[in-house]
């Protein structure tokens, strides 16, 4: 199944996803307009199935093996988000799937993976995650899906575009957090074949921190201990995606986790949109106007709404215990 990523397959990609992946919506804001002096566009993958863009990539490169009888069950390593839209995509396809999560891990993620059909084996780190998913595709004779770097997943991730210039005719900056860069590549080749003047712009946390140096230095470097709340993002670039981004980003946008807090906050408060760390890092520039999205329409891809809330809910209800008269 190797092969490249073009406009081409992103669009085969979509005749596969029609009927089974949702159109998400485009929200618009009048303050976030206001605060570049401009339009911006919010393309909603929390709404996706899953909630997360993931479902795409994970359904589109498990029906190509489908397709091909090539396998019954399939295997991945993920953070939550791929391995959930692996689960559901196992599901619906007829097959078994089996994710890796390396420690941190979200409980619901775990949960919702385990939900969706998947079996799920935990490990300390991403270091033993790598050795154990060489045992599990072996016991299993699984196929392995990476979250990222194949070209099939990436091509699903590309529909999130075709979808997005659809809904608004013309865009000039694009605005997408960056982990792996599956969802940005597909991003790229599907945008820039379109629209080839679309300025796309990476966003990534301060904590996880790799995309600029590894473009710089045509080399993947290695985020051996990241430090951001984005769980999504604390991946570094693969062989396929790192030269598509060399070749097609305007540049790097790094944010805060202060700022990423901000937006999530914002998201919530204003614009009734639960979304999760990884997306609000793409939202963050809008927040404190960066100059190069001003008097521009700005297309934001929110990637993803699975948010934990259980620490919320125990401070509301320690809160609401303590007050007299209970």
Request: with cysteine; hydrophobic share 45%.
């Amino acid at each position: 199944m190797d092969a490249d990523v073009t406009f081409c397959s992103i669009t085969k990609a979509a005749s596969v996803l029609r009927g089974v992946a949702h159109v998400t919506p485009v929200v618009t804001s009048r303050q976030l307009d206001a605060t570049v002096w401009g339009n911006v566009f919010l393309k909603c993958e929390n709404f996706q199935r899953t909630g997360a863009f993931k479902f795409r990539g994970a359904y589109h490169a498990l029906w190509q093996m489908k397709s091909l009888g090539i396998t019954k069950a399939v295997a991945t390593i993920s953070s939550g988000n791929h391995g959930q839209g692996m689960a559901l995509a196992a599901s619906l396809l007829g097959l078994s799937a089996h994710v890796v999560m390396p420690e941190p891990v979200s409980l619901l993620k775990y949960h919702a993976v385990v939900s969706y059909g998947g079996t799920v084996t935990l490990t300390e780190n991403r270091l033993i995650a790598e050795e154990k998913i060489r045992e599990v595709v072996a016991q299993e004779a699984a196929m392995y899906v990476h979250a990222f770097n194949d070209p099939q997943v990436i091509a699903g991730q590309g529909t999130v575009m075709l979808e997005f210039l659809d809904q608004v005719k013309s865009l000039d900056v694009l605005l997408a957090p960056v982990g792996g860069g599956g969802l940005l590549s597909g991003l790229c080749v599907a945008g820039h074949h379109l629209q080839p003047t679309l300025k796309i712009f990476a966003c990534e946390p301060y904590g996880a921190s790799d995309v600029e140096a590894s473009i710089r230095l045509n080399r993947i470097v290695p985020m051996p201990h990241p430090n951001t709340l984005a769980d999504g993002l604390r991946t570094s670039l693969g062989s396929r995606t790192l030269p598509i981004l060399r070749d097609h980003l305007a540049s790097v946008l790094h944010v805060s986790e202060e700022e990423m807090l901000l937006a999530m906050r914002f998201a919530y408060e204003r614009l009734k949109l639960v979304i999760e760390p990884s997306s609000a890092v793409a939202l963050a520039p809008i927040l404190r106007a960066e100059a190069a999205l001003l008097g521009k329409r700005v297309g934001v891809v929110l990637t993803g709404g699975n948010v934990d809330l259980d620490g919320l809910w125990s401070a509301l209800e320690k809160k609401c215990s303590a007050r007299p008269g209970r």
